[in-house]
């Protein structure tokens, strides 16, 4: 039976079904649009989301009684609609997700009862629901995908597509325009060399942008940020871990790309290699956690805002943020596909940009199978259409551009504009490492062996011997794939009664006199409320007769029915309670002004004012800064005199006065 056949039968089946057969399942917000035909001769299709309210052109505010969307894309909205309504007598309705995607999908589809015929799939949660067997496998319907469908993962296909609205990487290479301009080693003949120069000449490779690097590193070695003077400008603040995956992919590697696992591969190990040597030469420079190659969130985002940073990696759309405050300074900022390795041609097909799966679309499981091929052919239409409107909205707009970057800049704006539009063009959906749920395994390896954290080997010795570590768990998932069995994978969730509580507690306590489960209510997603006090307390990462601030010292967990555990860490403070000693509080040499009309709560006093406030075994007690404000009138310039006083855990107390200056 030929493509055009079988899809001739669906629309005759659509013209066949009956309504209130394929309706059913949970409620949720739904549009109300009246299409063509009757409720009678339509067949419904619903679309479900964590956003589903905001993409339904139907609903209103309920503050205001107002549209949610905009006009002009509502407009867009309802006639992508009516386009599967007048073809396909197909009638779409918007699901609103009541909860947690992970949950509620698991929720409906072994309760019998899917929430949704076609579901979007937040970024990053695809791992999670891959790991719960509720997505219907497509492969007896590819006949009915209008484009090829979205590439097999665990040798199945699940997805209707993996890239939501995102067309270039999730966190591009961007720079401050204007600190590359002050650089006068980038000069040639007294003109900057910018990027895009490089990049148009095919010289934009993995050893140009080190030198670069270097080069911009040599000039702001002694330098201090506009905003944090106590800070200095770094070459490439950034997140080691963007920008391995951004090298990978630039020399034709990856974790999980199209062809499977690829992380014993030489262009991986080239990669990993190639970032090594930028840390090594600090070229690279990265927050990490003490003692980990784990990153604080978004460590490098703010440093760039505060121009800290000449270059760096952050998610497409804090680019409107980073702009704002770079304009507010009077700067720009400029975006730069990643650099390829000098081996390679410009024009080599395996030199791309990383693309990683965003929010996707599945069908769940327990969707009725004469309606699977109507709601491929209805989300591929839809989406189709909407996307051509949008397009011919945007057309010759700066909203082609997805990325709030300087494309009006005198020197490089209209260059950034073609490369932007480039690169993109030829940069489809590559990696699916965050969709398998192994990219943070892959990560942890490759971190460790970059830092040389736990005596960790070289990366070509440490991948060969944690790859278990990785291959193990997508081999569990495979074999649960291949089954029809649905898994509870949601571990129990913590919340803490008391939030931010630790535990402080004299030298000698007996931990098993302290009832640790008492600060927290545990519920799970099938079982709902457990017993808190079950929970298994694990208290060997502390110390109790020695004086110290144990971060997550204290471990709880407990299980549900399915066996999943959560987890929970209890921060710990072990004070000498018999001290009597002063604490010891030293101000800042040189502290920050306050503005006029500032704020005084939003001051951390603690942080901008005090360089150390310890007790006479070195607990940390900046927390415990107060700041007398009588004095201080933010309103009025001139300089003023705040007592910061700061008491210790066993109650001793020391202040200082500090001279603030209003301007």
Not at 70 to 86: F, G, P
Not at 99 to 110: A, D, F, K, N, P
Not at 299 to 318: C, K, L, M, Y
Request: with cysteine.
């Amino acid at each position: 039976m030929n493509k055009n056949f079988k899809k001739a039968l669906t629309l005759g089946l659509a013209c066949t079904m009956i309504l209130t057969g394929c309706a059913g399942g949970q409620e949720g917000s739904k549009t109300e649009t009246a299409g063509k035909g009757s409720e009678s001769d339509s067949v419904v299709i619903r679309f479900g989301s964590h956003a589903g309210n905001s993409m339904n052109p139907d609903y209103k505010d309920p503050v205001t009684g107002e549209y949610a969307m905009s006009e002009e894309y509502r407009e867009i909205t309802l006639a992508a609609m009516k386009k599967v309504e007048d073809e396909l007598n197909v009638k779409i309705e918007w699901v609103q997700f009541p909860g947690e995607t992970t949950e509620v999908l698991l929720q409906s589809v072994m309760a019998g009862d899917p929430v949704a015929d076609v579901v979007n799939l937040y970024a990053n949660s695809q791992g999670t629901i891959l790991g719960q067997n509720i997505l219907q496998p497509l492969d007896d319907y590819l006949e009915y995908f209008n484009e090829e469908a979205p590439a097999a993962l665990y040798g199945k296909h699940y997805f209707l597509s993996v890239a939501g609205d995102y067309t270039h990487p999730l966190s591009p290479l961007f720079y401050n325009i204007d600190y590359i301009e002050q650089v006068d080693a980038l000069k040639e003949n007294g003109k900057t060399v910018y990027p895009t120069d490089l990049y148009k000449a095919g010289k934009w490779t993995w050893s140009t942008f080190e030198d670069y690097l270097a080069k911009i590193e040599a000039h702001y070695a002694n330098s201090q940020a506009p905003e944090r003077p106590e800070k200095r400008i770094d070459a490439y603040r950034t997140d080691y871990t963007e920008t391995l995956i951004q090298a990978m992919h630039s020399a034709g590697g990856s974790i999980y790309g199209d062809e499977g696992l690829a992380i014993e591969s030489q262009e991986t190990k080239d990669a990993v290699a190639f970032v090594q040597r930028l840390v090594d030469k600090k070229l690279l420079v990265c927050e990490l956690q003490e003692g980990t190659s784990n990153r604080p969130y978004n460590a490098q985002g703010a440093p760039f805002n505060q121009g800290e940073s000449v270059f760096t990696n952050i998610e497409d759309w804090r680019s409107g943020e980073a702009a704002t405050k770079a304009a507010e300074r009077g700067q720009s900022i400029g975006f730069i596909p990643f650099p390829r390795p000098d081996h390679m041609e410009f024009d080599d097909p395996n030199y791309r940009q990383v693309r990683t799966g965003g929010e996707s679309w599945g069908i769940l499981r327990g969707v009725d199978e004469e309606k699977i091929p109507l709601a491929i052919q209805a989300y591929e239409m839809f989406m189709a259409e909407e996307t051509r409107l949008k397009k011919e909205l945007e057309a010759g707009t700066s909203s082609e551009i997805k990325l709030t970057i300087d494309i009006y800049h005198p020197e490089i704006g209209a260059d950034m504009e073609a490369i932007y539009k480039e690169s993109i063009a030829r940069t489809k959906v590559n990696e699916f490492s965050n969709m398998t749920g192994v990219y943070w395994d892959f990560m942890q390896i490759a971190g460790d062996a970059i830092y040389g954290i736990g005596g960790s080997p070289s990366y070509d010795v440490a991948i060969e011997a944690k790859k278990a570590l990785i291959t193990d768990k997508i081999s569990t998932v495979e074999k649960l794939l291949n089954t029809t069995e649905a898994k509870d994978n949601i571990p129990p969730a913590f919340t803490e009664i008391e939030a931010g509580k630790s535990y402080t507690l004299p030298v000698g306590t007996d931990p098993s006199s302290i009832e640790w489960s008492a600060n927290y209510t545990v519920a799970d997603n099938l079982d709902g409320e457990l017993d808190a006090s079950q929970m298994t307390i694990d208290t060997s990462a502390v110390d109790f007769n020695t004086p110290g601030i144990y971060q997550g010292g204290v471990i709880g967990t407990l299980k549900d029915s399915n066996d999943n555990e959560g987890k929970v860490k209890i921060n710990v403070v072990i004070y000498d309670a018999n001290n009597t000693t002063a604490p010891t509080l030293t101000a800042k040499e040189a502290p920050r002004t306050i503005a006029l009309n500032e704020d005084t709560a939003t001051i951390n006093w603690a942080n901008d004012f005090v360089e150390t406030a310890v007790d006479k075994d070195g607990l940390d007690l900046k927390a415990n800064v107060v700041a007398d404000l009588s004095e201080l009138d933010t309103t009025a310039a001139g300089t003023y005199n705040v007592m910061l006083s700061v008491t210790d855990y066993a109650g001793n107390e020391a202040s200082q006065t500090v001279e603030v200056v209003v301007e």
